[in-house]
């Protein structure tokens, strides 16, 4: 019998579960909507109360399914003056971005969220800008044209990667940011939703900044609660909220990430955590969460990093600097939530990180688990030309079935709608990512080398 080596077989090594859909591609549709810069970040939410998620992102909204029809928020009233090379001058409208030459950030816009905060029975949104910026929630006029009222809620969201969601577990949302030196949630009085929110500190006498990178929230220990999550550990959900939340050290993310998730990766009952490494520099991993915790009670993890700085050692050859968005969703429709992440197009500008100049790729990596309990992500690519901000909103936009995404950045404003369709077995084959290099690139890594392999850490 003749043996197939490794570095010829891009499917052999595939579970059983890729063959079930093998002959379904799945592909997406570029919507640009908005050429310049106005946020980091975009969501989707259903605004004209029709049932389908609409766009946004800065100042604008757009009408699902089609995108064509735009509505104004709150006023663009930003410019940006940039020179050819003549010396001719040009005023152009947004924050200076792709169109310009110098870093610059989008500063009363990076995050936004939708939720009917007055309980009028129309959405509104929420946003933040640069971190140390404040909150706005503007208020959905009902249908009516003109701007939205606007109020500020909250006056300093720190962190680069804040949320909203339900932390405390009362089935209300909550800003998760750092404010103040210390991580924690913001609260509104429900019933004046308007008025300035309450923030109430995770931690006790902190000392985080307001750029630090990487937050997120989900059930690590199994006990229905959510816990809070950063960089360099987890705080555990009290039984109490009036009592302190308790902190355990874990080395997750030495070079400050993204978005943080708890998520069985490898379907062993407990919850590991996915992030990128370097929000600034290089590294995608998940941290897989040990049967037996520390001597102190803390749960253990091992870190499996399958994209790094260095091709060559990523098993499909894929490598792009600046995660600095990711997020999580069943893409594919398997039942196993995948990665979507890309490239932030001048996080810090046009010379500064790691290839600030390479293509602005966006990817979902599909997680696949064998029978023996080892998990692959197998990359595919979406777009080389947008890359991501530091929020990436997923939603059916078109009511297909099918979760789309909208990016927000210096590059503009995005939609890809997915799309699928059936295909015969030879061009299945062909589209699919080829194992380049023999190792999985998950081996245990030493804090150190972490550090060292994902860049400087900023």
């Known amino acids: 019998m003749k043996l197939v080596p490794l570095l010829a077989c891009g499917f052999c090594l595939l579970p059983p579960s890729a063959f079930a859909a093998a002959h379904t591609l799945h592909t997406f549709q570029k919507l640009h909507l908005e050429k310049y810069y106005w946020s980091e970040g975009a969501t989707f939410g259903d605004l004209n109360r029709d049932g389908l998620p609409d766009a946004i992102s800065g100042p604008y909204w757009w009408e699902a399914p089609t995108f064509a029809k735009r509505h104004e928020i709150y006023p663009p009233a930003t410019t940006f003056t940039v020179t050819d090379e003549h010396g001719t001058a040009q005023t152009l409208p947004g924050f200076e971005g792709a169109f310009g030459k110098k870093n610059a950030y989008s500063g009363d816009n990076f995050f936004s969220f939708v939720h009917d905060f007055n309980a009028d029975g129309w959405n509104d949104v929420l946003t933040y800008g640069l971190p140390g910026t404040p909150a706005y929630l503007y208020l959905n006029p009902q249908g009516a044209s003109g701007h939205w009222s606007r109020h500020q809620v909250f006056d300093a969201v720190d962190n ?45 006498g902190g000392a985080w900044g307001q750029y630090t990178h990487g937050l997120g929230f989900g059930d690590i220990n199994h006990d229905g609660k959510p816990d809070l999550l950063d960089k360099g550990g987890w705080w555990e959900h009290p039984s109490d909220l009036t009592t302190p939340w308790r902190r355990h050290p874990a080395g997750f993310s030495p070079g400050g990430g993204a978005q943080m998730y708890a998520y069985d990766v490898n379907g062993d009952g407990r919850n590991d955590l996915i992030t990128s490494m370097a929000a600034h520099g290089y590294g995608l991993a998940w941290y897989e969460q040990l049967a037996d915790s520390t001597p102190e009670g803390h749960a253990q993890f091992r870190p499996h990093v399958f994209m790094n700085k260095d091709a060559a050692e990523n098993r499909y050859g894929v490598a792009f600097s600046q995660l600095h968005a990711v997020e999580l969703a069943d893409v594919d429709g398997d039942g196993l939530k995948d990665i979507i992440t890309g490239k932030c197009f001048w996080a810090h500008g046009p010379t500064g990180d790691p290839d600030p100049n390479s293509p602005a790729v966006l990817y979902w990596f599909q997680l696949t688990r ?89």
């Not at 998760?176 to 308007?194: E, K």
């Not at 890594?445 to 972490?450: F, N, W």
């Open 160 to 204: 680069e990667s804040p949320t909203f969601s339900d932390l405390t577990g009362d089935g209300k949302p909550e800003i998760i940011a750092n404010s103040g030196g210390n991580f924690g949630y913001a609260s509104p009085d429900w019933s004046h939703p308007t008025a300035k929110w309450t923030f109430t500190p995770v931690s006790n």
């Open 370 to 458: 064998a029978s023996d309990g080892t998990v692959d992500w197998i990359p595919h690519l979406i777009d080389d030309d947008s890359g991501v901000g530091r929020q990436i909103g997923v939603a059916d936009a078109n009511g297909d079935g099918l979760p789309d995404f909208i990016i927000g950045n210096k590059k503009g404003t995005f939609v890809f709608l997915h799309q699928t369709r059936t295909v015969g077995e030879p061009e299945w084959r062909a589209a699919q990512p080829k194992i380049l290099h023999a190792t999985a690139g998950d081996k245990q890594l030493r804090p150190e080398e972490v550090i060292r392999r994902t860049g400087s850490p900023r």
